[in-house]
């Protein structure tokens, strides 16, 4: 599938137009508003990876990648949302073909919120599991159709999918950034989930589906996961330039002194090279076929990408002065936004790092 084949790049320039009109009030009501909701499911978003069997696009990840740049310029924590949507929805397609079938029972487009972390008890049961506990930080929940819960059980970790009316939301999300996200926890009660709607978090990671043999679905998670959340971060970092830019210009009246210019040529030499690295990335994934050492390097340049944004983001609001600190600053919001998005573990430096030298330490080039 080509990039033009889905039309999500355009579908997704026109959400970003709403949903920056709308980020105030997202930021405020910490999450999105409801039809900034449905202009991200009308995009196609939640259908990208869904499986063709289930009318979904089996897509690629540069377009899904270009898709969120251009939509976090607009608004991050609406980037971060549509990237969930996709994401999960390429998570649930790991699941055996019943789950799938309830899952996407309705169409290819329900909204599905994920917990990576593992959490709360899951008991053997006749046919399955019961659930219980709580689990933070599902991006989108309150809006989810359903909800993948990680859990740990004997034999590793497992992607448990949960229906809406079978877990409540609760209101934890008061972070610095990123408020629109709505990221909040999940509570479940001995709620039962029959074995064909759980999935190993081992099958994800290492990306071969017993189900599709569309590359989205056959690509190891490290291969994508960074480059994919750094995405919404770069997104709002090119738009904190351009204001700060057109900030710095009034200021001077139309010429920058020299250490304005140094910082306008850093910055925007930095975030060009967190795309590049980033795009590479999802180019190689989209191929096919992605190594252990594939998808170690990608994790790794995500993590630098990240490293490069969230500096870059820091010195154009050091340099904005008390306007830039103003609680109705544009920057103020983008600065915390982008510094709170690259805090995510899959963009960690100390993580990704450590998976990089392992795969040159089992095969070391030659000396000399």
């Not at 889905?6 to 320039?13: F, N, P, S, V």
């Not at 009501?29 to 089996?58: K, N, T």
């Not at 970790?157 to 629109?180: E, I, Q």
């Not at 291969?223 to 994919?228: F, N, S, T």
Request: with cysteine; hydrophobic share 45%; aromatic share 6%.
């Amino acid at each position: 599938m080509t990039l033009s084949e889905t039309g999500l790049i355009e579908a997704a320039d026109a959400a970003a137009k709403l949903a920056g009109e709308r980020a105030a009030e997202a930021e405020e009501e910490r999450r999105l508003p409801e039809d900034v909701i449905a202009a991200l499911i009308d995009a196609g978003f939640a259908r990208h990876f869904v499986p063709a069997g289930h009318g979904g696009y089996e897509a690629t990840f540069t377009e899904l990648r270009q898709a969120l740049l251009n939509l976090g310029e607009s608004c991050a924590s609406a980037s971060w949302c549509a990237l969930i949507l996709a994401t999960s929805g390429r998570m649930a397609a790991y699941l055996p073909p019943e789950g799938q079938a309830e899952v996407w029972r309705r169409g290819p487009d329900a909204a599905i919120a994920a917990a990576l972390v593992p959490s709360g008890t899951a008991e053997a049961a006749p046919g399955g599991w019961r659930l219980s506990g709580e689990w933070n930080f599902l991006s989108a929940v309150d809006f989810s159709d359903w909800a993948l819960l990680c859990v740990g059980v004997p034999g590793g970790p497992s992607f448990f999918a949960v229906p809406r009316d079978a877990f409540r939301v609760k209101k934890t999300w008061f972070n610095l950034g990123m408020r629109g996200t709505g990221s909040n926890s999940v509570v479940a009660q001995d709620v039962f989930v029959p074995h064909h709607r759980s999935v190993p978090w081992s099958t994800l990671l290492q990306g071969g589906s017993e189900h599709s043999d569309a590359i989205c679905h056959q690509t190891p998670l490290a291969a994508v996961a960074g480059p994919l959340f750094a995405t919404p971060a770069l997104g709002s970092a090119r738009a904190m330039l351009r204001a700060w830019t057109g900030t710095m210009l009034a200021k001077a009246e139309g010429s920058l002194p020299p250490p304005a210019q140094q910082a306008l040529a850093r910055a925007g030499a930095e975030l060009d090279a967190a795309d590049l690295v980033t795009e590479r990335a999802l180019d190689l994934a989209d191929l096919g076929g992605c190594t252990p050492e594939t998808a170690a390097r990608n994790a790794r340049d995500a993590s630098l990408a990240a490293e490069l944004t969230r500096a870059t983001a820091n010195r154009l609001f050091e340099s904005g002065g008390s306007q830039a600190q103003r609680d109705t600053s544009v920057l103020q919001r983008q600065w915390r936004d982008i510094l709170t998005a690259t805090s995510h573990a899959a963009l960690r430096f100390d993580l990704t790092s450590g998976m990089y030298a392992k795969t040159v330490e089992a095969a070391p080039p030659p000396a000399g």
